[in-house]
Nanobody
């Protein structure tokens, strides 16, 4: 099982920025897709951004102008840069990883990091 640890959440004012990180316990060579998901209070979890092992990125339409997903292969880390935060971005942000190679067919989840945006 791949272990994922998120960090970088916090309380920020609207208009500010945060960079979330997701560190995997295995080499990026063993992960096909890493994604960030957001769960707002009282709402279902939604996928906001993903990146493949080849570097292809995808975004939820409503965030593509403000969210940027990237990865550092050497650090086994995927980042989510969130700019111009709004209160609607408040929620718990989870990282997921779809394994490849020996971890093929398994999806791992992190524990989540809380983002709270004040007006």
């Amino acid at each position: 099982q791949v272990q994922l640890v998120e960090a970088g959440g916090g309380l920020v004012q609207a208009g500010g920025a945060l960079r979330l990180s997701c560190v995997a316990s295995v080499s990026a060579l063993n992960i096909a897709v890493t994604a960030w998901h957001r769960q707002a209070p009282g709402k279902q979890r939604e996928l906001v951004a993903s990146i493949t092992d080849g570097g292809t990125t995808n975004y939820l339409d409503s965030v593509k102008d403000r969210f940027t997903i990237s990865r550092d292969y050497a650090k086994n880390t995927v980042y989510l840069q969130i700019d111009n935060l709004s209160p609607e971005d408040t929620g718990v942000y989870y990282c997921s990883a779809d394994g490849s190679r020996r971890y093929r067919g398994r999806t791992s989840w992190g524990q989540g990091t809380q983002v709270t945006v004040s007006p």
